[in-house]
Every structure is written in structure tokens, then in C-alpha cells.
């Protein structure tokens, strides 16, 4: 059985845009008979972590992961990584009891399904009591899926981890926190995305690691319908001079994010060049931005896009939907520029600029480069 409890929210962030709610209510029921993968004398021991990488370096959201895993309290850690980079192999070693490799280059999320099955099947006596990876698009595609196989309801966007068998996640855009309870017999392996966000990056290393060579020949029979994964962020988050030292959305300190009011991909511009003047700064999108097609679905932000809390968000042109919102609302500082001084983004602002934004952000740019 799966219950939830419904809580407010840490505080009332979105101002009059939300009520605070509290109920109580099932959220559905599961019950879990294809547990057979798993040895019942070893399945409570084992953490283990999908492991999101470009090639050339382990996403930081893999620590952040890391350190929720940590709070599981598992006999072993487990990283899973797909690389044919041995150094990736190496780096990763130093932080997991164990390290299961796999020597090829997947790039859907039905390939990783596949191999994890596969592993599954074959080691019973590593007895995963968990599965995790972030909840980052790598993680959104390949969890679902690998739950799905095993009749196993993943937990997506957890912002906290109680116990082993508890976990706090975000409902209704973010407006109230849903407690998820599993009956430990009852569902085995749990299998959860961590928001990134949420949980400090731990590198603290381990005394002593294994790699575990597996082999595994998943082939993809819809590589067109898949979202291609582990591809590089350098450029995913906009074009222009400083694109290539940009971080990634998950990552990133600072960043600027578009809306429709921007009118078309062109006037992106005019934020990739505000972001180049900040430094190490990001560049989003709203969902509106990316269906009117201004800029690839990777830039979006928001309750189907990713979730950020930079030190800086700067709002440009964008209205602030709820959707929007869900994804941006716990940024340290949040700056909005809208010609609309009754657009709901000033709600939650803590900074706010009523203008054009074709002649404010020029203004801005040029301000910053003096700097």
C-alpha cells in the first residue's frame, strides 16, 4: 500500500497565487508480485545510483543524488555507469563501494532499461533495496520505464528522504508537499528521481571500490520516439560567444530565462548576451517559449521542464504561470522585467523592472560589460 499525507508548503513563496492546503488522502495502491529478480536474503543491502554523464564528465547532480542515497543507510553503494571513458570509470570508483560498468554508448532511455533489467536479473545476491538517479531528464526517462518492467511505482522529484520506506515530494505545482510512505514488504525495489536541488553534492570518497565489468547487448527498436540522453549541455542552454562555458541549467548560479514576450528565437540574443556579461550563467525558457518553438525543450524551466534554485534568476518577458513558477520559485533572488506591471512573475519577485524589454536588457548588457 501507498499512502500520502498532504502538507503545506515550507512557507508561502507564491504569495496570493496559492492557498495552503492540508488533507489527507491515498494517493493509489500498489503491490508489487514481480519481485522475484530479487533474492530475499540480500535485497535490503544495496543502494543503487544511475550514474548521468556527457563522455568528458559525471553530471554534478550524480552527488547531490549521492548524498540522498547516503541517507538510505545501505550496507553497499552501487553506481551504474554506460561509458566506454575509462577515467569516467576511475573518478566514479571513488565514491561508490561498488561500481557496475558497462562498456558501450547507449543514448536512450530504452537501451539503459534494458542493461538494468538484465543486471538485475543476473545478480540477485546485490540485493537492490533502492534505485535511484536525479531527476533530470536522463532520470525522467529511464526510471519510469524501468518501473514499469518491474511493476515497481517510482517516486519522482523527492525533495527529502525521512527513512528508507519515507519520502517528502512536491504535488500540485509545487503548492503542497505529498509524504510517501511504502510498506517495506510490499514494494521492493523502490525506485526514486532526487531533485537535485534539494540535497548538498557529497565527494567524500570511499576507503575501498570495486569495478564490476557486466555485459549487457540492449539495442533500442524506437530510437525515434526516445529522447536522446547524455548528450553535451554546452550548448543546450543558448548560442553566442560565452555558449561553451555555460553551465548547465541544473548547475548554474546565475541564470536568465525568456518568455513569450521575447516574440521569436531570435530576440534570444538578446539574453544569451546578458548571460555572457554575468558569468557563468545559464540561459531558460518557459514552456511557452519552447511550444512556440523560440528555443529547444532542453532550455525549458518549470514543473515539466527542470527545477533550479540559483543564487540569481533573472525573468525576462515571461508572465509567470504556475507551471512556470514550480520551477523557479526557490531561486535566492529573483529579478523580473515585464512590460505588464500586473503580471503575476512580480508576485514572487524579489526585484522588479515594469518596461520594455527590448530596451531594458540592451541597457542592462552594456551596463554589466562595464563592470
Avoid at 533474492?39 to 543491502?45: E, I, L, P, T, Y
Avoid at 571513488?94 to 545478480?123: D, G, R, S
Amino acid at each position: 500500500m501507498l499512502s500520502s499525507r498532504i502538507s503545506s508548503l515550507r512557507n508561502n513563496t507564491l504569495g496570493p497565487l496559492f492557498k495552503k492546503t492540508t488533507s489527507s488522502f491515498n494517493l493509489f495502491s500498489s503491490s508489487s508480485n514481480n519481485l522475484s529478480l530479487f533474492s530475499n536474503q540480500f535485497r535490503d543491502k544495496s543502494t543503487l545510483l544511475l550514474v548521468e554523464h556527457d563522455e568528458k564528465q559525471i553530471n554534478p547532480s550524480v552527488f547531490s543524488a549521492l548524498k540522498a542515497a547516503k541517507q538510505l543507510k545501505s550496507d553497499q553503494l552501487l553506481g551504474f555507469i554506460v561509458t566506454k571513458n575509462a577515467s569516467l570509470v576511475k573518478e566514479l570508483s571513488q565514491y561508490f563501494n561498488k561500481v557496475i560498468h558497462i562498456n558501450e554508448e547507449y543514448t536512450v532511455a530504452e537501451e539503459y532499461e534494458q542493461a538494468l533489467l538484465k543486471f538485475l536479473n543476473e545478480k540477485k545476491t546485490d540485493g537492490i533495496s533502492h534505485i535511484l538517479a536525479p531527476h533530470t531528464v536522463f532520470g525522467k526517462n529511464v526510471l519510469p520505464k524501468l518501473g514499469a518492467s518491474l511493476k515497481s511505482q517510482p517516486i519522482v522529484d523527492v525533495v527529502q528522504i525521512l527513512n528508507e520506506y519515507e519520502f517528502i515530494k512536491p504535488i500540485y505545482a509545487g503548492n503542497a508537499m505529498a509524504q510517501i510512505q511504502f510498506k517495506p514488504k510490499e514494494t521492493k525495489p523502490l525506485i526514486l528521481t532526487i531533485r537535485p536541488t534539494s540535497f548538498d553534492k557529497d565527494y567524500s570518497k570511499t576507503d575501498a571500490s570495486q569495478v564490476v565489468e557486466f555485459s549487457s547487448s540492449a539495442t533500442s527498436t524506437n530510437n525515434a520516439r526516445i529522447p536522446k540522453l547524455l548528450s553535451s549541455s554546452s550548448g543546450a542552454d543558448g548560442s553566442g560567444s560565452g555558449a561553451s562555458k555555460r553551465p548547465d541549467l541544473l548547475q548554474a548560479q546565475r541564470i536568465v530565462s525568456g518568455g513569450r514576450g521575447l516574440k521569436n528565437g531570435d530576440n534570444f540574443k538578446l539574453l544569451y548576451d546578458l548571460a555572457d556579461t554575468m558569468g557563468n550563467c545559464a540561459v531558460g525558457a518557459t514552456r511557452a517559449a519552447v511550444d512556440d518553438g523560440y528555443v529547444p525543450n532542453d532550455m525549458q524551466v518549470g514543473q515539466t521542464g527542470k527545477v533550479v534554485a540559483p543564487e540569481l534568476y533573472v525573468a525576462v518577458g515571461v508572465s509567470g504561470a504556475i507551471q512556470h513558477l514550480a520551477g523557479m520559485k526557490d531561486s535566492k533572488v529573483i529579478v523580473a522585467i515585464n512590460k505588464d506591471k500586473e503580471a503575476p512573475i512580480f508576485q514572487v519577485a524579489d526585484y522588479g523592472v515594469v518596461g520594455d524589454l527590448f530596451q531594458v536588457v540592451p541597457e542592462m548588457t552594456e551596463v554589466l560589460k562595464k563592470k
